[in-house]
């Protein structure tokens, strides 16, 4: 006690004198920290082990069809007081003529244009008035339009859109404005090295095969007539080559009653389907260099055509794609990034499709910031090629395989809290014919991948061997050395051939095959 009292003192005057005030912390660490410290020294004892997740259900899917062909999926979900509603057309950038590549994606923008019964300005406004929004989109395989809205408004929404879907006003002058805006977009994206990467990606995977496409291109902006798109609206939207989606707080039989009153009377076409051919097979690797004259960054894409979105083999590839690169604790970005430096991110995903989609892994380097005139793609392109050996050869440690699964089982039940997520997954349940229950045990389908089966996933749909390798970069500095990897073809934006090199090492006759 006596102690105390003279520290305290000592303390008192200290302050008093101006001193250090870490010598009051000092004495009250002193007097009155011995409970904290006691409590500090205990034992701590770890949290206990989690249990194994538990599957997360989708709510009831009630399906009917419409005498028409028009099928009606409704989820009711209750949490809030809204609705969306999801028409789906099974063509998209596919079904686009040959001579007019992109042409779908012109008619589902100027499907916000104006219908037969309302201008342009006169829709946005009544969704305006309505506190509802609209959403138009499409892809290889679909056009898609969502509006949400208060659930109250589920006749007025659902009027809306077969409104939209049905009666497309195509008006002229629309059409021009629209035109301009789309060149102004191409001209933005073709600038932008990403883009122009995985434009060029798709074009070389797929070749002459109509998933190639996947933007407009300034030759279709300039062709297409109003009446190309009211043909191809024609022949595409019709009920029996469409869906419905529609969740939130509604009934299946208000939902029935609703679609009955605005899609019934929507006539049924028959529909040309289009035989889509094999997808192309890679037999070596090839390096496509897309010249962008003095950059210095190099955006780099590797991979090939791997397996369709209903696959028996994508949970387990899932597995395999999450070790190597499906996010910043996977083996790219960890080594790419912070071990070797040569890149802000790495990463790899396979596209969902309903035919054989993309495998890619990718990431943008450039120059060494000590060493401005040491290009880095040729690091990187030994950092891709190591990680892509390495996840087809060797059966992914239990730990990894751990991670991987506990991130995509636990971000999972992010994926479905909204209403309007569970009317996007059950579109894709749709669209790539998986079966209602599908997503009800997607979380012990991924914690039952074992290391094995995810090497077996990864070896059967990766092959480095015969990858394609897509650079966006300065030809002049990154041809010769990426010779290493395969014969190399550098083009233009456009696609046109510039020049072409043999492989490293490659006999004459090698080279001319």
Partial sequence: MTKRISSLLIALSLVACGGPSTTTTTEAENTGGGG??????APRVPPPASGPARDVHLPPIARTT????????????????LVYVRLVVRSGLASSPEQLPGLSRLVAKMLKE???????????EQIEYLGADLFVGDDQAQVVLQMRALSEHLDTVMDLLADIAQSPRFDEQELRRLKAREADRLRVEYADAATLAR???YQ???????????????????????????NWHRDHFVPNNAFLVVAGDVTPEQVQAAAERAFG???????????????????????????????????IAVGNLAIPRSHPDWVPLEVANQVLGGS???????DLRERRSLTYGAYSSVDELPIAGPFRARGSVGRDPEHPDVDRTPAAMDAFMEHLQ??????????EVNNAQRYLSDSFPLQIDTAGRIAGMVSDLRLYGLPDDYFDTYRSDVRNVTPDQALTAARTHIRPDQALVVIVGDAEVIAQPMRRWGPVRVVDADGREISSFPAEGATPAAAAE
């Fill in 114 to 124: 104006g219908t037969r019964r309302r201008t342009s300005a006169q829709l946005a």
């Fill in 390 to 399: 390495r996840i087809v050869t060797e059966a992914p440690p239990q730990d």
């Fill in 66 to 81: 419409l005498a028409n062909g028009l099928e009606v999926n409704t989820v009711r979900t209750n949490a809030l007081p």
């Fill in 265 to 299: 009377r929507w006539r049924r076409r028959e529909v040309a389907q289009a035989q889509l051919p094999d997808v192309p097979q890679r037999t070596q690797r090839e390096v496509l260099i897309v010249h962008r004259p003095g950059s210095a960054q190099s955006v």
């Fill in 36 to 41: 904290e410290q006691a409590q500090a020294e």
């Fill in 328 to 334: 910043a604790a996977s083996r790219l970005f960890s």
């Fill in 199 to 201: 434009r060029a990606f």
């Fill in 204 to 230: 070389a995977a797929y070749g002459s095969h109509p998933y190639a496409q996947v933007d407009l291109t300034p030759q279709t902006l300039e062709r297409a007539r109003r009446t190309d798109l009211a």
